[in-house]
């Protein structure tokens, strides 16, 4: 039994209840497909317990779930035994960091949309030092120190990466002249990075205000399993229901609408970084 699943766990025991309650069955007529008691379907779709992949694919036969895709990326989800460099961090920074970092390195692509701050993966670490140093109540400085190397090394994955970020992100000054200097220099090196497609949005461009919604999209192996990640008082908030799905990929769609385009986008960060 685990006392601490990740969000990847938990995803993958969402989905199967999901498909359970698609094919109108009870966790008591499931278990009886499996031979097992009502209390294991109960632990798998509350990702207490694992699930093989050959009790995996039978659940998924049972439910009459035919896209063999999805039942394949399920299993994978099932049968991955990964243990990445976030698991350093265990037991010393909350398990949303250590979530946020397994599902970026799982992700097919990412999608950021920044009002406020520029996103985590972007940040220098002075950056990122003021940023985790404003919070309330205030960390010590091993807290500061484990948060900031951690933010670090999540930018080590090399993935396709689309970040749109207001002008409001730009010119906040999250310490001093310096620092924010420098975070400028590290978006135009990085723009010019393949994997990276970077768009701002100026204070006097038209059109954003219906989509001024900040968020991290990570796209899954299908289009399903997509996960959208929103920072809430209390930690990371993991999205997964394909309605709320559809509505952040029109929200991204809207932004990106409202963007300038990223060469455009190249000079208006290299005047910002001119004018400090």
């Known amino acids: 039994m685990r006392r601490e699943p990740t969000a990847r766990q938990l995803r993958l025991a969402t989905e199967l209840r999901r498909l359970r309650e698609a094919a109108d069955l009870n966790s008591r007529a499931a278990a009886a497909l499996l031979g097992v008691s009502p209390a294991q379907i109960t632990h798998i779709e509350s990702a207490l317990a694992g699930v093989s992949e050959p009790r995996l694919r039978r659940l998924a036969s049972h439910y009459a779930c035919t896209d063999t895709e999805f039942v394949d990326a399920l299993v994978a989800m099932a049968t991955d035994r990964t243990r990445g460099w976030w698991e350093e961090y265990r037991g010393l920074l909350p398990t949303s960091f250590l979530d946020l970092a397994e599902l970026e390195h799982h992700a097919v ?51 396709p990466h689309e970040v749109v970020i207001h002008e409001a992100a730009l010119r906040f000054r999250v310490s001093d002249r310096a620092t924010a200097k420098a975070q400028l220099r590290r978006l135009l090196e990085l723009s010019e990075a393949d994997h990276v497609t970077l768009r701002v949005v100026p204070f006097d461009l038209d059109g954003f205000a219906k989509a001024s919604s900040t968020m991290t999209y990570a796209g899954g192996p299908l289009p399903k399993l997509d996960t959208v990640v929103r920072d809430a008082p209390h930690g990371s908030v993991f999205i997964d229901s394909e309605a709320q799905l559809n509505t952040y990929r029109t929200s991204f769609r809207r932004v990106e609408a409202a963007s300038l385009e990223p060469e455009r986008s190249r000079e208006f960060i290299h005047k910002l970084e001119k004018e400090l």
Do not use: N, W
Request: charged fraction near 25%; charge should be neutral.
């Open 109 to 159: 692509f990412l999608r950021d949309v920044a009002i406020l701050y520029v996103p985590g993966r972007l940040q220098t670490e002075d950056y990122a030092r003021a940023v985790f140093g404003s919070r309330l109540p205030e960390l010590t400085y091993e807290e500061l120190d484990l948060r900031v190397s951690h933010r670090t090394a999540r930018q080590q994955t090399v993935i």
